[in-house]
Each structure stands twice: as C-alpha cells, then as structure tokens.
C-alpha cells in the first residue's frame, strides 16, 4: 500500500526533461522571494507578526506562513483554513532547529521547500491530467502545462508564504486521482475522500467542497449511498467545523478577550489623564464638569479617525457587503462584476499590469487597473475564447464536469456572492487549471486540418505570458 501511494510522485521517463525544467522554474521564482527578503526575514527576535506583515509586500498575499513557522500559532483565520497552522507545525520544529544551528531564523528557506515541492509536482500532475486522462500528445500536454504555470498569479502562488500554492497541488492531485479512477471504472473510496477532503479542507475550507464534487462525478449514483454520504462527507464535515470551533475557542477566543480587556485597561487610563488635565489645566476641582469634557474630545476624535480611515485605499477599496455577519461580511454586492473579469479575473490573474504592480488593493492599489498596451487585452481576449470553445467542446464528458465544477464553484463565491472579489486574482490558483483542461477538449475536438494552427496560437501566447510576466515579475522583485 504504502509502495503504491508513494510510487505516484515517482517521476516517470517521458517527463524527465519537463520536470527538471518545472524544478529550476520553480527553485528560481522562490530565490527571488528569498533574495528580496533575506536581511529583514533571517533576523531572530521575539515577535514576528508586526515584522512580516509590515516588510512583506507582493500584491494581496499575506506572510502568515512566516510567522507560524517562525513562532508557532493559529495565526490563520481558523474558519477559513482550520489546520493550516497545524500542517505548518513540523516545518516550525525544523525551523526551530536550523534558528538553533545557524543563529538566523531559516523560515524563508523552509517555506521554500514546501512552495517547490507542491509547485513542482501540481506541474507534474497537471501534465499527467492532460497526458494520460485526456490523452493529448507530449507536445499539447507540455504546452498547456507550461502555459497554467506561465499564468500570473500562478508564478506568484508557486514563491509567497501564503496557501495557495498547497491548495492548487491538492486540487490537481485529486483531479488525477479521480480521472484515473474513472479510466479504471473504479470509484474513489471513503478513506481516500476523508484524506483528500481533511488535507484540502483544512489548508481552505472552501476548497473542501470541491473534493466532494470530484467524488460525486467520479462515483456517481453510489456517492449517495448512505454508508458513504455518512462516513466520506457528513462526519468529516462535523468533525473539520466542530474542530474549528474548537480550535476558535481554546486559541483565538483567550487572545481576543485578552486584548479586549487590554484596550479597555488602555482606555480607562487615558481617561482618567484627560480628567486629570483638564482639572489642572482649568484649575477647577468639578470632576463632573471634567468627565463631560472628556467625552465631547473623545467623540471628536473618533470622528476624526473615522474621517481618516474613511478616505484611506483600504477602506475606499472594500465593497458593500450583504450583511454585517460572522461569514457574510465577507461578500460584496457593490464591485463591478464585468470589469472586474476583465481586468482581474481574466486580467491580472493572467497577466500582470504594469501600472500598479503587484501593489496591495488595502494598500494603495485601486480595485480595476487597465492595461496601457491593447496587446494584453488581445491575448486575454484569445484565452478567453478558447476556453469558451474548450467549455463547449467539453460539455458532454464527465471528466470535464469534475474540473469544471472546480470553476463553477469558485465563480459562484468570487463573482456572484461576491467573496474576495476586490482581489479576486488572488485566487487564481483555485482555478486556473481549468483553463489548459478546456483548451484539451477544444484540441481533440477539432478538426487534424487546423490542428497546426491552434498549437502555433497556444505556443505563441505560452511564450508571451511566460516573457511578459515574468521580466515584470524581475522587474518587481529585483527592484
């Protein structure tokens, strides 16, 4: 058993030289990562959060991972990735022990060895996906391959300390997974849906759902069963959310309340100075009087806060969402949806703007950049179509509707409810790979006459996307 699991990372002779290619794309975009931040990151001191959160800066991406592994805590939000911070535990162990080797806090060393090998082999699955599920010939498998990782935000999931990169690798894996399954008319298991559900759930719990969708269109009507329905997805899920909340409760509820009562401390003092100076200032003894002139100087300065943070990017920058919630202040109903899919979803995700480079949307970027060069909006337009004529092509296969669903999903969040959508290109890991497996269906569909002329196309736009975003990316990063 334990062979068989481990033979699928064994890399097999047709894809050598694409994997030794994929492995030094791969180590190169995490030593530019490492190269712009090693002096600030390699320093060892007692609290990390402000340090990262504050130096690290490439587009929206948070560098929680840093601080976990350098001072481990549930530094995550606990809902959205309930055991990211405990996958992340023995890289913090290892890094505990290289701090205590070297003197220098490695972390940026051992997140990259987490970020290549999930890169390194969602490449190798992805081609498999295309290789041997669809069964194109080396050359289309290679190409589309090389064209999702030439991807914007791709490249930038595969070098940042943030989920993404883990998330796309469990996404493709389970697509390969499913997709031979199918070949074989087997269906996936129990324990192989509890394993890849609790992996992909707890690094994102959105992206949990997506593996229950690949296990219904692997397993079909036999997904409803009862024993199945009960053990692969009803307790997985009570146990993942039961776990969250416990995981809320015993971490995150003591610090929250630990602050709260901190600031109140604060606030008390910083009353009880500004009685203090009004009655000597005033040479009065009415502490009454003093007490009234203290509220009407503290409201006044919380409207004037207010004023500030209301003309600030960040604030400007987050959309109307449709209710105040614990989960529902995440949407946004007020964001433009069709600008944002063209100069995000289908836009930045794909292809870097040069304005405004990989600046933070709560920082200083505006939420709908444009692209100053037609050219971009050229290759974005061609994309676009052929995965349309790729989804069309695909309609009636079964595989299809596993990846596809992968889209749906996340464009029913991102696009509809509204999740994220000021970032949206954040996401683009989440779903990008559906793109090169459409352009497969559109490649077996179409007619050997024109065949030529597609891959030309599909060549010509890899080698641009390749060239444009990553001599922007350079440009970025060695800055």
């Avoid at 060895?113 to 289309?140: G, K, Q």
């Amino acid at each position: 058993m334990i062979k068989t699991v481990f033979g699928i990372f064994r890399i097999k002779r047709e894809e050598r030289w694409l994997a030794v290619f994929a492995f030094i794309w791969m180590v190169a975009l995490n030593v530019l990562t490492i190269t712009k931040y090693y002096d600030k990151f390699t320093q060892i001191m007692d609290t990390y959060h402000r340090h990262f959160v504050n130096n690290f800066h490439i587009s929206g991406f948070d560098p929680l991972t840093y601080v976990a592994v350098s001072n481990w805590d549930t530094t995550y939000n606990v809902y959205r990735h309930p055991l990211l911070a405990f996958f992340m535990y023995p890289a913090y162990l290892i890094n505990q022990g290289l701090m205590a080797v070297t003197g220098l806090n490695c972390v940026q060393f051992v997140i990259a060895v987490i970020l290549v090998f999930c890169a390194f082999y969602a490449f190798i699955f992805l081609y498999r996906i295309l290789r041997e599920v669809l069964e194109l010939d080396i050359f289309d498998a290679a190409i589309l391959t090389i064209m999702c990782f030439s991807f914007a935000y791709v490249m930038l999931s595969a070098m940042v300390p943030d989920h993404f990169i883990i998330s796309m690798y469990m996404l493709i894996l389970t697509l390969y997974i499913c997709g031979k399954m199918r070949q074989r008319r087997q269906t996936l298991s129990i324990w192989q849906t509890i394993v890849f559900f609790l992996v992909t759930a707890g690094t994102s719990l959105n992206n949990g759902i997506k593996v229950f969708m690949a296990a219904f269109f692997t397993n079909g009507k036999r997904f409803f069963h009862w024993k199945y329905l009960l053990l692969a997805v009803l307790i997985p899920c009570a146990i993942i959310w039961k776990g969250a909340r416990m995981e809320y409760r015993h971490f995150v509820w003591p610090k929250e309340m630990a602050r709260k009562e901190a600031k109140k401390q604060k606030d008390k003092e910083l009353r009880a100075a500004m009685v203090q100076q009004y009655l000597d200032t005033a040479q009065v003894k009415d502490t009454t009087a003093a007490i009234a002139h203290m509220k009407v100087v503290a409201k006044k300065k919380a409207r004037a806060k207010y004023q500030r943070d209301h003309k600030k990017v960040w604030n400007n920058n987050t959309g109307k969402p449709i209710a105040k919630g614990e989960f529902s202040r995440w949407t946004d109903i007020s964001t433009s949806r069709w600008q944002t899919a063209v100069e995000n979803l289908f836009g930045e995700g794909l292809i870097l703007h040069r304005e405004h480079l990989l600046e933070d949307v709560l920082r200083t970027r505006p939420v709908i950049v444009s692209y100053k060069l037609w050219s971009n909006y050229v290759v974005e337009g061609i994309i676009v179509l052929l995965f349309l004529l790729g989804i069309l092509c695909g309609l009636r296969k079964r595989f299809f509707w596993t990846a596809f669903s992968f889209f749906l999903y996340d464009m029913t969040l991102h696009m509809g409810l509204g999740f994220g959508i000021n970032e949206v290109y954040i996401m683009t890991a989440h779903w990008a790979f559906v793109i090169p497996i459409a352009i497969a269906y559109l490649i077996k569909s179409i007619n050997w006459r024109y065949l030529p002329y597609l891959r030309c196309l599909l060549f010509i736009i890899t080698v641009y996307l390749f060239i444009h975003n990553t001599w922007l990316l350079c440009e970025y990063m060695l800055g």
